[in-house]
């Protein structure tokens, strides 16, 4: 990986240097970009110039004037699969793999029910403590559904030897959400499938800002998330990956007539669709869709691997930043120190975490407080300059040494945070 | 229900008298309608006025500015809660008791889940053929995953004395998507309780055209389709209702975060959360919600029991002039006449109903082709007027007289029909 050259002395000249020689650095002017530092990307993505006036258009040209022809005369039926193959590069996958639809939450009930339904004589979906919460959630109302089945976990570092013949599915997100420690896809996949279990990743903190290679790791199943790096929106639909050589076996749960063979000859019986259609389940959210397809186009313009290098870059650069200029201020990294092994983000622990994420996002510097006493920062390599990295350790460096967050106001827990 | 006076000779003068009395008739200002006549508000219902003006504020004030603050700060997060709480006076429920989320099948997936979950010792869910697609192949899916249930269906009308005490739930539409025949909800749902089932109504066809009374009713379980005639626009979410004595014994097998009682604390174990809310699943499309709920403002400001009489109305005077206007050119009523039972929309059976949709289309009179052979029109009571009424049934008695719907461009199948 390309590492920027950092010198002993690392100043905003320096900061500004690597954002000089940054050959995606013309990419932020894509974007409406807020006021201050925003280092949430990873929470929820940045608004693309364009979104306003492709909703405008859906809207009031598609919608208003088209009505019922719309799902014709625009494509939004194939929106689903449109949108899929705009994901699958960005995950070593195949157009024909991936389609977006519904939720990140959904999806993995979809792709859960699936593989447990695939493999009746297998017990377990393993999985690690502390992964993304509706993960966790969802395994358990798919085993509650089922009734024969458990959810297990163990720790991320013994999950390839906990993998057994009782194993039926290992379900893992691939970049940790509080950590962003990046699990060895490969190596996992083929323990998995050496004990004849299949393998499900949740990419949600993973795609757009870490290069990811589910054909190339031989993985089964994954799912995704369209409002983080993927810059969607607030709520934007989900992505879900299936293998193809799986596509024809397995069957989802939620068998809505959207993934029906022939939605419109209004059957009363269910036949699936042949290919990752099957996958679909009610009508799509076409405004949804179509302020997605604004925030993976420019995906479809940068070279993938520098955008991947800079998402690492930037996040070793705000630790070398915090070594330097946050020491023995109470921060203790909570993230994987080498790039090879890290997401798009990085967590430090503080006691004071809470308030010191408020007082930043008072000063315009945006993070989110990571329960229960983690400061995450996100690096959208889109839109994130070295400056900005700069500028926020800054920040951090001053609201902590003058103790500008031991304020009442910064203290006030939101309801989401 | 008051019946619009209509004299022996209905002309186009007649109808004008009707929309010039009608309460209703302001309501259209607050719709951007299409050219022409416009009856396919039950399958994709108008853009309202304020859409466009309200997304471009999510989207470039709310999301663009305040990005992850907007959770919190334009209370994102209570959309669900709220959206039900505008849905609920249509439904004949109490405001805890409707939340919006995901979409009609998912929705469907949840209750059905939740309840087969709840009658362990109950064998069979019952519904009707021919029901809407959707909610069989959803039934049959949780049946596939369970394994040890069954999908029954019965002609509606056999519906009642089928109900025994192997039954977990009767699932039905209350107005069919393609007859507009209303079922009795009274009636059905107090059978189904005398047998200790629980019971699912769709209410995607009823929602906002006909009187629906849940609660009076003594309904269990309900879903329902924003994009109809709520006008939340393509593939906008879907709603349900679960009855307040019910919500603390019922839990989603869609057990997403944000059915959580803390989705915040980021637990590993799934705690529903003590209401309505247990049945939300992943996070909200927070522009799909925005666009919905300016669908939902007008029913704020109507007269709900005028309404539903107009609806009622409208198409009375459809099968009344079709009589009159179309006898003898092959139709046959399909819906029910008598206005008791019969909901927002009416269809013909015709030989030629596909082409002769299409040649009305080409007119400007759209209503929507239902395989086999029905021609059906819906009467979206906030905008349509007696006097497009009078208009497509001369339009349709041009079309059929004339034999111009006998052209090949007319004969080629849509992907969405």
Redesign the interface.
Known sequence: MAQPIIDNCFGLENARRLDAVDRLASMRDRF?L??GI?L?GN??G??PRD??AA??DV??RQ??????????THD??GQPQRLGGLIAPLIGAEPHEVIVS?????N??KLI?AAL?ARPDRVTILSE???F??D???A???V????DRVLK?VPADEIVEAIDEDTALVMLTHVHYTSGRKLDMAAITTAAHAKGALILWDLSHSTGAVAVDLNGCGADLAVGCG?KYLNG??????FLFVAERLQGAL??????????DS????????RPAPGIARFL?????????A?LECGLAPFAEVDLPALFDKASALGALYMRLMDERCRDVGFTLASPRDDAVRGGHVSYAHDHAYPICQAL?ARGV?G?F??PDLLRMGFAPLVTRYEDVWRAVETIRDVVRTRSWDNPLFKVR????
Chains 1, 2 share one sequence.
């Open positions: 409406l807020p006021q925003y949430d929470s929820l940045v608004l979104t306003a909703l405008h809207v009031e919608w208003g004037s088209d009505l019922i022809a719309g799902w014709n939004w039926i519904d939720t990140t939450s959904t993995l009930f029910g339904i403590p502390g992964n919460p509706t966790l959630y969802v358990e109302g798919a509650r559904m089922l009734g976990t409002y929106g607030p709520g934007a639909p989900a069957q989802s749960p939620l068998s809505g007539w959207m993934g029906h939605p419109f000859a209004f059957d009363d019986a269910y389940c009610g009508t799509p959210s076409v405004l949804g869709m302020a996002i945006v989110d990571r329960a939101a309801k989401v945070t």
